[in-house]
Structure formats: structure tokens, C-alpha cells
């Protein structure tokens, strides 16, 4: 039987995270509970000890996904869960996520219903970033956003230093995880309210989350990226040179910029795809020779 660590990223959580932790002690798969304190300025850390979790503190706050980060390097399991400390996320639904996790997925990540969305705005914004990295992956991606999820630490581990520090850990891990080749899945699940006031920013860290699938993107499909910018470019060219064509009766150095520029793009993405390639074949070359070893 697999053992199971949960990870718990928790600030200023003391109204809920002793109940999560007394939840999930009596799931008998779980071999340790890790909250992870960032720079809590209330008594989380000491409810949650008393709870049974064992408590990592950061001297200061450096972010949910510098915590998630801690909590993967520490565990101990074979299976490592992550979900909030607020009570959003229901322990009973871990067993079900870690069943689908055995019938052959490397992760399996549990997908909210529109319901189940903080605000109508947050939905909204989500099922675009949806949208927007399952062009990006070749994947459909049903919850891009959501911090509920397992996976097989050793797989998760091998993107740990490509994870921000910030909100946007759930968004880098699942594309990197289809981008690598590994199998992910979804399963439904229904989330609370939250209690207390959640941390996030739409404005800053929506637009936190868009750059980092860019990111992540151009790290393992620029073609994707970079193909349709080299396209708007060069129809932006052939547009103008008409129309200075029609009204000047000339070729103009503008015409001659943006196809420029068009030319540049693209192969600036077939650099990128290249290199991309030669970085996965190293990447496995050591994966040999480390299980070699």
C-alpha cells in the first residue's frame, strides 16, 4: 500500500486548520501531515500541531507556492496530496483521488463545478486560462487553477525549482506535467466556501497566472506560441503593403519591418522547439543513468 503525505500551505489560518488536520487523521493511508507555516502572524501553526500535523515554519512569508515547495521537499510518502488550510477541501474525497491515481496517472487533480468558484469573475477568468493552456498542452484541462490535487511525489519533484513562489503553483505543475508526457486526470469534486479572507489578488495574480502558462509554454511548446504571432505579423504586413500599395503605389519600409519581424518570430520559436528537444533528451539520458546506478 502506497504511503500518503498531505501538504498543507497555510498563513493566518487559525479559524480553520485544526479541524482539516483532525479530518484527515483518521484517513488510515496518511503516514504524515505537513503544515507548512508562511510567516503566520496568528496562532496557526501552534493549532495545527496540537491537531497531530507536524508544523514547518518560514521565518516570514515567501509565499503559497514557496510553501508548497518546503512541504514537497520534506515529505516522506510515496503519494503526496496538496489542498488549502480553509476548509474549502473536504478529506473524505482523498481516498477516491488517490484510487484514480492507481488506475495509472501520474496526477490527479480535483475539478471544481462552476459552483464550486469563489466569484463569478474568478470562473470566469478560470475557464479562459482553461482554454488558453489546453491549446497550449495539446490536453483538455478542466481546472487549471485548483489546489486540490495528488500526485506521485517522485514525478512531482522533478519540477519543484520551475514552480513560482507565488499563487500560480497548481497552473505550472499541471502543464508541465502534460507537457513532460505524464498522464493526469480530473475528478469532480465540490468545494466550500471558504472561511476568513482569502489571499489572493484577482487583478495581480490573474495576470500572474496568464505569464506563467506563457512561461511554461515557451519552456515546452514555443511553436505554440510563436507560430501565431510570426502569422499576425506577417498578415499585418501583406494588410499594409496593400494598402500603400493601392494608396502610394509602393513597397514602404513599415511593409518591410513587420515581415521582418514575422521571419524573426518563427524562427525564433524553431530555435526554442529545438532547444526544447535537446533538453528532454538530457533529461532522460540521466533518468537512465541514475536507475542504472
Known amino acids: 500500500m502506497n504511503k500518503v503525505s498531505v501538504v498543507i500551505p497555510a498563513k493566518n489560518e487559525a479559524d480553520t486548520i485544526g479541524s482539516v488536520v483532525s479530518r484527515l487523521n483518521v484517513i488510515s493511508d496518511i503516514v504524515e501531515i505537513l503544515v507548512v507555516d508562511d510567516g503566520s502572524t496568528d496562532e496557526t501553526p501552534m493549532l495545527a500541531a496540537q491537531a ?66 469563489a466569484s463569478v469573475g474568478r470562473g470566469m477568468a478560470n475557464r479562459f486560462y482553461n482554454r488558453l ?95 501565431p504571432a510570426s502569422f499576425l505579423f506577417f498578415f499585418l504586413g501583406c494588410g499594409y503593403y496593400m494598402f500603400t500599395l493601392i494608396s502610394q503605389g509602393r513597397f514602404t519600409n513599415m511593409s518591410a519591418l513587420l515581415f521582418s519581424t514575422s521571419i524573426i518570430i518563427f524562427f525564433m520559436g524553431l530555435v526554442s522547439e529545438q532547444i526544447t528537444q535537446l533538453m528532454y533528451k538530457d533529461s532522460s539520458s540521466s533518468d537512465r543513468e541514475e536507475g542504472g546506478l
Do not use: C, W
Open 52 to 117: 497531530g500535523a507536524k508544523v514547518i515554519s518560514h521565518p516570514y512569508s515567501l509565499g503559497n507556492g514557496a510553501a508548497i515547495k518546503t512541504g514537497a521537499r520534506a515529505a516522506v510518502g510515496e503519494i503526496v496530496v496538496f489542498m488549502d488550510a480553509d476548509g474549502q477541501h473536504d478529506p473524505a474525497e482523498i481516498p477516491r483521488l488517490i484510487r484514480k491515481l492507481d488506475e495509472g496517472f501520474d496526477m490527479v487533480v480535483g475539478a471544481r463545478s462552476k459552483k464550486g468558484q
Open 133 to 227: 493552456a489546453s491549446y497550449v498542452t495539446g490536453q483538455k484541462i478542466e481546472d487549471l487553477t485548483s489546489g486540490f490535487r495528488v500526485a506521485r511525489l517522485k514525478r512531482f519533484r522533478e519540477f519543484i525549482t520551475l514552480l513560482p513562489n507565488g499563487f500560480s503553483y497548481p497552473t505550472t505543475s499541471t502543464m508541465a506535467f502534460f507537457r513532460a508526457g505524464y498522464a493526469v486526470a480530473y475528478e469532480p469534486i465540490d468545494v466550500k466556501r471558504r472561511e476568513g479572507k482569502s489571499h489572493i489578488n484577482i487583478i495581480k495574480d490573474g495576470l500572474r497566472f496568464l505569464l506563467i502558462i506563457f512561461k511554461v509554454g515557451t519552456l515546452y511548446s514555443p511553436l505554440k506560441l510563436f507560430t
